[in-house]
Nanobody
Framework: QLRDSGGGLVHTGDSLRLSCAASGLTFSNYAMGWFRQAPGKERDVVASISSGGITYYADSAKGRFTISRDNAKNTVYLQMNSLKPEDTAVYYC???????????????WGQGTQVTVSS
């Protein structure tokens, strides 16, 4: 199971850190990622980190978001800085031993956490 948290209502330019705690899986063997879905839009990957620590960022996240993982705590984080109104979405944690890809449903989803950025 994945339990994501940390969302909220913030203003433009603020920061948030999302957390996703995993249980019931061998965390260190899984690639982890964060997706987001805005109303009326598809769910797309924002950032991912492989089991070996290699990171990927969508263009919209580069330079502002940082994904990290703590294998000792079975937790993945998404630090989001300089937030913009267009970052408003439900953010979902994902886990997949094959890697994270937008076109492929991951093995596990978190329940989602709402991020709202007001202008």
């Amino acid at each position: 199971q994945l339990r994501d948290s940390g969302g909220g209502l913030v203003h433009t330019g603020d920061s948030l850190r999302l957390s996703c705690a995993a249980s019931g899986l061998t965390f260190s063997n899984y690639a982890m990622g964060w997706f987001r879905q805005a109303p009326g839009k598809e769910r797309d990957v924002v950032a991912s980190i492989s089991s070996g620590g290699i990171t990927y960022y969508a263009d919209s996240a580069k330079g502002r978001f940082t994904i990290s993982r703590d294998n000792a705590k079975n937790t993945v984080y998404l630090q989001m800085n300089s937030l913009k109104p267009e970052d408003t979405a439900v953010y979902y944690c994902a886990a997949d031993p094959r890697g994270i890809a937008t076109q492929r449903r991951p093995y596990y989803w978190g329940q989602g956490t709402q991020v709202t950025v007001s202008s």
